[in-house]
Antibody, heavy 125, light 107 residues
Framework: VQLVESGGGLVKPGGSLRLSCVASGVTFTNVWMSWVRQAPGKGLEWVGRIKSTSDGGTRDYAAPVKGRFTISRDDSKNTVYLQMNSLKTEDTAVYFC?????????????????WGKGTTVTVSS | DIQMTQSPSSLSASVGDRVTITCRASQNIYNYVNWYQQKPGRAPKFLIYGATSLQRGVPSRFGGSGSGTDFTLTISSLQPEDFATYYCQQSFKTPYTFGQGTKLEIK
């Protein structure tokens, strides 16, 4: 399984950017996908997730991005997107996409097992 | 949101040492904890899920324990490639949250 992010770059505060993450080596229609970011010199921060289409395609977001960021997917292209609007300087980070898998029989344990290398977003005037 | 607090924030150790990293959740999360390793400039690597289950291919010197609010990651005999930053993450409910990280350095 391989994930490749793209779309990062320099954008002014208030601007927009769309990140893409293309998956290969996996049956993408069955995969839940997450986005995680890491500000310079800081720790990991979960951004949001989209379930597989067969599981309803439900989306969840972290509070700092809710209402500004939108995750979507195109199963025909094995791609998940992160549309980022109303960008703030504090959104500056490396953005990783990751597959979210599950293990278990009755209770499922979810975890992010395959990660892309990340794409850098810089929000600055 | 569930807060995850790791300790220590940094740790110096030698090759061959046994080290333990602690993670505390702000509420009961049963055993819904994952652990990741990250090296500088690299993506995180998934190590452990469900507090104790090792991902395939992860060396057996890595081990996880705990339930409820207190969890630990133990490396039984440090190898040179283990010097990195380690993160815990709760998967009990969204929004998922990570600990702030523990940087493991060579003494």
């Amino acid at each position: 399984v391989q994930l490749v992010e793209s779309g990062g770059g320099l954008v002014k505060p208030g601007g927009s950017l769309r990140l893409s993450c293309v998956a290969s080596g996996v049956t993408f229609t069955n995969v839940w996908m997450s986005w995680v970011r890491q500000a310079p010199g800081k720790g990991l921060e979960w951004v949001g997730r989209i379930k597989s289409t067969s599981d309803g395609g439900t989306r969840d977001y972290a509070a700092p991005v809710k209402g500004r960021f939108t995750i979507s997917r195109d199963d025909s292209k094995n791609t998940v997107y992160l549309q980022m609007n109303s960008l703030k300087t504090e959104d500056t980070a490396v953005y990783f996409c990751a597959t979210e898998s599950a293990a278990g029989l009755i209770n499922y344990f979810y975890y992010m097992d395959v990660w892309g290398k990340g794409t850098t977003v810089t929000v600055s005037s | 949101d569930i807060q995850m607090t790791q300790s220590p924030s940094s740790l110096s150790a030698s090759v061959g040492d046994r080290v333990t990293i602690t993670c505390r959740a702000s509420q009961n999360i049963y055993n819904y904890v994952n652990w990741y390793q990250q090296k500088p400039g690299r993506a995180p690597k998934f190590l452990i899920y469900g507090a104790t289950s090792l991902q395939r291919g992860v060396p057996s010197r890595f081990g996880g324990s705990g339930s409820g609010t207190d969890f630990t990651l133990t490396i039984s005999s440090l190898q040179p490639e283990d010097f990195a930053t380690y993160y815990c993450q709760q998967s009990f409910k969204t929004p998922y949250t990570f600990g702030q990280g523990t940087k493991l350095e060579i003494k």
